[in-house]
């Protein structure tokens, strides 16, 4: 029997312990050994999963905790006064950001994939991304663990920009607080959005991870607004009406909603259709009957589907998100997402398309 | 003038086309322009089929907010007649009926039993637009379905083959539609699903299930008519109690000696309430006599014996109905029959049936004791 390393380190007599089961468990051992050799060598967590196998999502320090009081410190005394700051602080978890229940959630589905998967490495994978330097990974550690999150790659630039590493990450969806790092992220390709923490929270599930989507400017092009914003809503009805059986071009979260799709097919595979870990909401200001079959044809030619999907012609979004409980819902118009925030949904910016050149009031209402 | 984005994308000369109307719809663009702009915009497809000139929403209010509206939700179910489709579903599973329907896209539905209600709605609207432009009081009707959205182009071809206006969806794909009714300030909710029912009235949301008459009788598609029972609709079940568990002339003593107490309220008071609101609008512009809505009261009560109690209720309540019909215990059908409503609500299951038997559309009403005792079709009831 060879030595096995972590005994002869141990300096215990290689006999004592049973013989390490096979991989294809075809060893005998009792749970009590097995219990004992796991603890022999160390904490067991499950191995990340390669990038490009998995689905990335790069999030930021600022969306995943709470830092506004060091960002404080450091816009007011500069740099150096800031990472003592932080080291000071280094055994105190930062609190829950707004990307925390998504990143909570994204676990509690991986869990479910390797339950059902135990192989696979098509999983969620969270990388943290960070312009701090190296000096806070410890505070930024301390937390994760605290939390009992996971989190096993970082980021940490101090200081340069994060971008070039996204795409060495095959990063599926980068979330942050800065609105110019996510434009830049958007105009590389890369699905991304910035966050916004509500005043009041509400509960969304543990164990059921909720996305919702806006239709045009995030999961298709903002083609149609363009000709809605200029030439106003009968135009729009009636360019749509012509144009029903040509696709709309993709948004930037399209490819997004294609890797939930997949992940949700793998559990709908094993008979998870009705209880599927996963739910996604297309919550549109699209009217139904008027311009809402391009939408739908354009959908389902791209293979993708929503759960649910609602027209809402509109109507307010903030009392339907409230009803939904969303861990995140992504939107290109502010206005929207202010409304949602507002309500204590979970909502992240796409700063993409048309709309970005015509901020809205937030009294005016627009139904397409 | 400033450079509009999509004629600088297209390379066109900007001051060749009409400047864009204002999201208000002040333009002066005619039709003919409109029509030029949409050819020179790209290639212009072939029609196939007939031809469906898209909506003109512009000029008026037409997607009011949900909380200053009057809002109907109803199913897929009772605004078209699905029952080829559910057997699909129920004897095949799901997968097969998402192929059916995608496979008949293209055939509209029939209508179902909330059809014609859905279109004197509609009428309604026209009526009130042309009085009120500015008002947003208006029916505005929602579509909430278990359906996932593979089905809603066959829904949108439907609603738009038949000329509805029904704009907003709610697709839930299979989790309960019951906590979106109450995010679109829903005042009535049809369904063709008792328990989806029942879940919405113990929410406080108005609601009854509908039934298919078997012949049609025609209805008005000028005036929308709308029939209520008294008892356990419109009032509490509290009379009904006494009755059923004391017999007749106990109730009579009750409500004789009770006749200065209001009546509690019951599910569909809300709904008369905002029928009523909308009837003292037209009343207001001297349409009094031809209001577009009409309302009835057709109950089993006598009216001397316990008749004065509704009435002195509905009055404290600042509500009227314009028709009121005490029965005594006459069968309901043959009046329905001259009234021809666009929806007839009653509690009992026994009534809704005499109705639907005599080509009435008629919803049942899932609250209150009468749930508790399934009449025999044969027996009837005085009160």
């Not at 320090?61 to 506004?68: A, D, G, I, Q, S």
Request: charge should be negative; charged fraction near 25%.
């Amino acid at each position: 029997m060879s030595l096995d390393p972590v005994q002869v380190m141990k300096g215990q007599d290689p006999m004592a312990l049973s013989p390490p089961p096979a991989s294809n468990g075809d060893s005998k051992v009792s749970w009590d050994e097995s219990e004992s050799f796991c603890d022999s060598v160390g904490p067991k967590k499950p191995k990340s999963p390669k990038p490009e196998n998995a689905v990335t999502i790069a999030v930021s320090t600022r969306v995943l905790f709470r830092t506004e009081k060091e960002q404080k410190v450091f816009e007011e005394k500069g740099v150096e006064e800031y990472l003592k700051y932080q080291m000071e602080h280094e055994d105190e978890p930062f609190a829950p950001g707004p990307a925390f229940p998504f990143v909570k959630a994204l676990d509690a589905v991986n869990a479910q994939l390797r339950k059902l998967y135990p192989d696979s490495e098509e999983l969620f994978d969270i990388v943290l991304v960070t312009y701090n330097h190296a000096h806070v990974g410890v505070r930024l550690i301390n937390t994760i663990n605290h939390h009992n999150l996971f989190i096993e790659r970082f980021c940490m630039t101090g200081g340069s920009s994060p971008i070039g590493y996204l795409k060495a990450w095959h990063t599926n969806l980068y979330l942050s607080a800065d609105a110019a790092k996510v434009q830049e992220a958007l105009s590389e390709g890369i699905a991304a959005a910035t966050m916004f923490m509500p005043e009041k929270q509400i509960e969304v599930s543990e164990t059921q991870l909720r996305v919702a989507f806006d239709g045009d400017a995030v999961l298709f092009s903002d083609e149609s607004e363009r000709i809605f914003k200029a030439h106003g809503l009968d135009k729009f009805f009636e360019h749509e009406r012509e144009n029903e059986n040509t696709l709309l071009d993709h948004g930037p979260l399209k490819g997004f909603l294609e890797t939930l799709g997949k992940l949700q097919k793998k559990f709908y595979a094993k008979g998870h259709r009705l209880d599927c870990p996963i739910r996604t909401y297309l919550v549109t200001a699209r009217s139904a009957a008027s311009s809402g079959i391009r939408a739908l044809k354009t959908l389902r030619a791209w293979g993708l589907e929503t759960d649910e999907a609602l027209f809402l012609a509109g109507a307010p979004k903030g009392p339907m998100l409230e009803k939904i409980r969303p861990h995140i819902y992504f939107d290109d118009q502010m206005f929207h997402v202010e409304g949602a925030v507002e309500m204590g949904t979970i909502a992240a910016h796409v700063p993409y398309g048309i709309a970005q050149k015509y901020p809205h009031k937030k009294s005016t209402n627009s139904a397409k």
